[in-house]
């Protein structure tokens, strides 16, 4: 193995050690004292690794190693910002792993053709502001869906003061757009937060692509009446329409496959009494997938099972979309190597999609982009119960180093 073990569980173990939560796991809000503790500790090690280190204009900390006559930053990196009470890996390792591999490379004086760059990336998760992948969208030049005035967290501090307290002007941020070529691959070491790779025994995912996220907000409206004096027959119970469909949702899920998935995560029934039938259910349904068509395939048949409840139950039904993100690809060039690169390195591996996002999503408009996950135990994260095994974390690290050099050289 060609990375330093030892130093990079020092490197996570300390950073994570300064955000410890009382309540349990980590908590490193996004432009909170902790993140600002955790960023001044990167830097430093961005620093000892010999990088040259600079913010951009979204809050990005920037470690470049400049070698090689050719333009176009081979880079890696993630997020150190977590949710509350995370766990110790989400993001921080993509981006202690992306400083090692870097490091590495320059003191092992492995000859390069172009210069190389480690990336951690502003706000990724989004748990305090709503929005999420602030810094990756901005270098990607792609504006937050609202305007940034409009994000408060839950104590009432608005994104923008949070920004100019860290020193960044909220109408700069989009400066941070990189400008064409100023890139040329991108790789991103992640946590899997999902149980595949545990359930196949494999050290190592190589993403084929990042599903693509879409929305749904609807709601049935019946007619709230007495529970007792209403006969069955003469009811308009919209939790009895809502029921059918998240019934429906799920069974549309399991018949469309593994890589489809579909979600009723919030039901609000209203008035909400136990003597009362319910006379308005809003819902809303997150949808994904990798391959678009079978997703629009998916939000057809919804909205038609949505459709048939209404007018089994006499209720009617409204909805929209309020989000709709497309499915991106790995490039299959970087995936290929990174298949060479673990068969070299004798790591059992396999191909998977990614469900959540991540910074590689926005990357993936300014270069050719690659992902590696490492396990998640029992499938867990965003969870103070997340957890990856040591040894995974050196395979991904060494694996990431490889593919990194390999693109670079
Ligand atoms: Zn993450």
């Known amino acids: 193995m060609f990375i330093n073990k030892e130093r990079l569980r020092r490197r996570i173990d300390a950073i994570n050690e300064a955000s410890r939560d009382p309540q349990g796991g980590y908590t490193r809000l996004a432009f909170s004292e902790q993140d600002r503790e955790a960023r001044r500790m990167?830097?430093?090690?961005?620093?000892?690794?010999?990088?040259?280190?600079?913010?951009?204009?979204?809050?990005?900390?920037?470690?470049?190693?400049?070698?090689?006559?050719?333009?176009?930053?081979?880079?890696?990196?993630?997020?150190?910002?977590?949710?509350?009470?995370g766990g110790p890996f989400d993001g921080l390792l993509g981006s202690i792993a992306a400083i090692e591999a870097l490091q590495c490379a320059r003191e092992q004086r492995v000859p390069l053709k172009h210069p190389l760059r480690a990336i951690v990336f502003a706000d990724e998760e989004g748990a305090r502001f709503g929005s999420g992948l602030i810094g990756s969208k901005s270098i990607a030049g792609i504006p937050l869906p609202q305007p940034l005035d409009s994000y408060v967290d839950r104590d009432g501090v608005h994104l923008v003061d949070a920004l100019k307290n860290f020193g960044i002007a909220p109408e700069k941020v989009l400066n941070a757009a990189a400008p064409k070529d100023t890139y040329s691959a991108f790789l991103?070491?992640?946590?899997?937060?999902?149980?595949?790779?545990?359930?196949?025994?494999?050290?190592?995912?190589?993403?084929?692509?990042?599903?693509?996220?879409?929305?749904?907000?609807?709601?049935?409206?019946?007619?709230?009446?007495?529970?007792?004096?209403?006969?069955?027959?003469?009811?308009?119970?919209?939790?009895?329409a809502a029921s059918k469909l998240v019934t429906e949702i799920y069974r549309i899920g399991c018949e469309l496959g593994n890589e489809f998935v579909a979600t009723v995560g919030v039901l609000k029934i209203t008035p909400g009494g136990i003597n009362t039938i319910p006379g308005h259910v809003e819902y809303t349904v997150d949808v994904r997938d990798l391959d678009m068509a079978r997703r629009s395939e998916g939000i057809r048949q919804i909205l038609k099972a949505a459709e048939e409840a209404a007018a089994f139950y006499h209720v009617s039904h409204e909805h929209s979309c309020i989000k709709d993100e497309a499915s991106c690809n790995m490039d299959s060039s970087v995936m290929k190597i990174l298949e060479e690169v673990c068969r070299d390195n004798k790591t059992n591996y396999m191909i998977l999609p990614s469900g959540p996002f991540h910074d590689t999503l926005p990357m993936a408009s300014l270069c050719k982009t690659g992902m590696i996950f490492v396990p998640s135990i029992g499938g867990i994260s965003h969870s103070p119960r997340e957890n990856t095994n040591w040894d995974d974390i050196y395979q991904g690290t060494e694996i990431l180093y490889r593919a990194l050099i390999r693109l670079a050289q």
């Open 42 to 85: 990167v830097e430093e090690l961005m620093r000892e690794a010999g990088l040259e280190v600079e913010h951009d204009a979204a809050g990005n900390i920037i470690g470049s190693y400049k070698c090689g006559d050719l333009a176009g930053y081979v880079a890696a990196g993630s997020h150190i910002d977590t949710v509350r009470n």
């Open 188 to 240: 991103e070491l992640h946590i899997e937060q999902s149980a595949v790779l545990e359930q196949r025994q494999k050290q190592i995912g190589i993403v084929s692509g990042i599903k693509g996220v879409y929305w749904i907000r609807g709601s049935f409206t019946g007619e709230a009446n007495h529970a007792g004096g209403t006969p069955m027959n003469m009811r308009h119970d919209a939790l009895a």
